[in-house]
């Protein structure tokens, strides 16, 4: 169903139960799904989040100002991107990390048109480090780089398999909606993403598939276009 997609994952996915740090175990297994995606033809890049290892506006708490405590949390983002890679690599398929702002040699200093030789070359492309500027939060970023990437859609990787109401994992009377519009998401304030990221995908018309990450086999039913979590679109 889909030529390219743009995965974005939390931070917190990565540390698997706990939510702080890493787990090998979660890290492994997102690398297998995404492994055999790009294996089956998929061109995937991803952005992660970091608020498993550092938050921005955690930061205002610990008496940090915004703009420092922003740049730690993108710094975040490229930690979990090397971790990834490194999983992704060992299932067998290329997986390199671009950066907003330049971190060579750790990673490379990101070009759309670098990033796009990855993907058609059958690799992954993992886009960290936000934006490269504060006031800008990850989703945010992930959809700038789908628009920039041309992306077939959005994929927000989460603990629950859609978009709900309210939280499922504190109200269990929340409902799930199979299908929204981004004015319905916006106008709702439903924040599975934050609206600078609704009024970005919807203004470039990039739909936006919400999905449990943690469900084994989702990337893959979702690449062969069967029903998966919610859609967000025009």
Do not use: W
């Not at 610990?62 to 490194?86: C, W």
């Amino acid at each position: 169903m889909y030529k390219r997609v743009l995965l974005k994952l939390s931070g917190e996915s990565l540390a698997g139960p706990s939510g702080k740090g890493l787990d090998e175990n979660y890290l492994r297994k997102y690398s297998k799904e995404i492994a055999d995606a790009a294996k089956a033809g998929l061109q995937v890049a991803v952005v992660n989040g970091g608020g498993n290892i550092f938050r921005g506006l955690q930061g205002l708490e610990k008496g940090f100002d915004r703009v420092t405590g922003d740049r730690m949390g993108m710094l975040a983002t490229i930690i979990n991107s090397l971790a990834l890679s490194q999983f992704i690599k060992d299932e067998g398929v290329n997986a390199e990390v671009f950066t907003a702002t330049p971190m060579e040699p750790m990673a490379r200093y990101y070009n759309r048109d670098n990033a796009v030789r990855v993907l058609e070359e059958g690799g992954v492309a993992l886009i960290a480090g936000g934006t490269g500027c504060p006031f800008f939060t990850t989703d945010s970023g992930a959809a700038l780089r789908a628009l920039e990437l041309n992306a077939d859609a959005m994929l927000k990787g989460t603990r629950v398999d859609g978009v709900y109401t309210a939280d499922p994992e504190k109200d269990p009377s929340a409902v799930k909606y199979e299908e929204l519009t981004f004015d319905e998401a916006m106008a709702r304030h439903l924040k599975v993403l934050d609206q600078t990221a609704y009024a970005l995908c919807s203004d470039g018309n990039m739909p936006i598939i919400v999905f449990d990450i943690n469900g084994e086999g989702n990337l893959m039913k979702l690449v062969e276009g069967r029903k998966v979590g919610t859609l967000v679109h025009k």
